[in-house]
């Protein structure tokens, strides 16, 4: 089946091209890592490719669903793109319970067991503003993972961690490709994401070049 689908896409913002002519399909459980430098158009394409933006020209459709048509969200998805807006003077437990409140498909325990993921406490009583860079960065992937979406969005997900946690986020990501997601990573840096994706994709200037299956 197919999980993402995208034809003839193009993004101009303020007269500026942002993405051009974008061709992409990609299939339901695969995890797919997309590769290029600062401004070269990652997170640009998550963005169209989670309704934030809407292209200019072309369609994106996602399990079957075009994008600022039919539906205007993938219905379920998991995302980090830049800053994730936590509230400050909660806890990480009480911020992902306020998240989980929206939807109501997921018990307390869960949410728990998805910052145990990552490496946190969910009893630490400590608020996100008290938070290292590196463990607003785990809660963020917590976020990402706890409500078990089909599309899993990850613009990054390295920054501001070290290798233990790094290694974490590899396994965290091979678990949820094996139970059946769909996964985009976006990566400056691809050692960091080595061995975890079934295809990678070259990003420069706002256009897409196919690479080789990774060993």
């Given at each position: 089946?197919?999980?993402?689908?995208?034809?003839?896409?193009?993004?101009?913002?303020?007269?500026?091209?942002?993405?051009?002519?974008?061709?992409?399909?990609?299939?339901?459980?695969?995890?797919?890592e997309f590769y290029g430098h600062n401004g070269s158009g990652k997170s640009m394409l998550f963005r169209?490719?989670?309704?934030?933006?809407?292209?200019?020209?072309?369609?994106?459709?996602?399990?079957?669903?075009?994008?600022?048509?039919?539906?205007?969200?993938?219905?379920?998805?998991?995302?980090?793109?830049?800053?994730?807006?936590?509230?400050?003077?909660?806890?990480?437990?009480?911020?992902?319970?306020?998240?989980a409140s929206i939807r109501h498909i997921i018990s307390d325990e869960e949410i728990k067991e998805s910052?145990?993921?990552?490496?946190?406490?969910?009893?630490?009583?400590?608020?996100?503003?008290?938070?290292?860079?590196?463990?607003?960065?785990?809660?963020?992937?917590?976020?990402?993972?706890?409500?078990?979406?089909?599309?899993?969005?990850?613009?990054?997900?390295?920054?501001?961690?070290?290798?233990?946690?790094?290694?974490?986020?590899?396994?965290?990501?091979?678990?949820?490709?094996?139970?059946?997601?769909?996964?985009?990573?976006?990566s400056h840096n691809r050692e960091d994401l080595k061995q975890m994706c079934d295809q990678y994709y070259?990003?420069?200037?706002?256009?897409?070049?196919?690479?080789?299956?990774?060993?």
């Open positions: 089946m197919t999980a993402i689908e995208i034809q003839n896409m193009s993004k101009t913002i303020k007269g500026q091209t942002v993405l051009s002519n974008i061709n992409l399909t990609l299939e339901t459980g695969g995890s797919y169209a490719v989670s309704g934030l933006i809407h292209p200019t020209e072309g369609s994106v459709k996602v399990f079957g669903k075009e994008l600022g048509k039919e539906i205007s969200f993938p219905e379920s998805m998991g995302l980090i793109i830049e800053n994730v807006g936590f509230w400050p003077y909660y806890t990480g437990f009480e911020n992902l319970q306020v998240l910052i145990r993921r990552v490496g946190l406490n969910p009893e630490d009583k400590r608020t996100y503003k008290k938070y290292s860079l590196g463990m607003k960065q785990r809660l963020a992937i917590a976020q990402v993972v706890m409500e078990k979406p089909e599309l899993i969005i990850l613009d990054e997900p390295t920054n501001a961690l070290d290798e233990e946690a790094v290694e974490a986020v590899r396994h965290l990501i091979r678990e949820e490709q094996k139970r059946g997601a769909t996964i985009l990573i976006a070259k990003m420069t200037d706002g256009k897409l070049e196919e690479g080789e299956l990774q060993e």
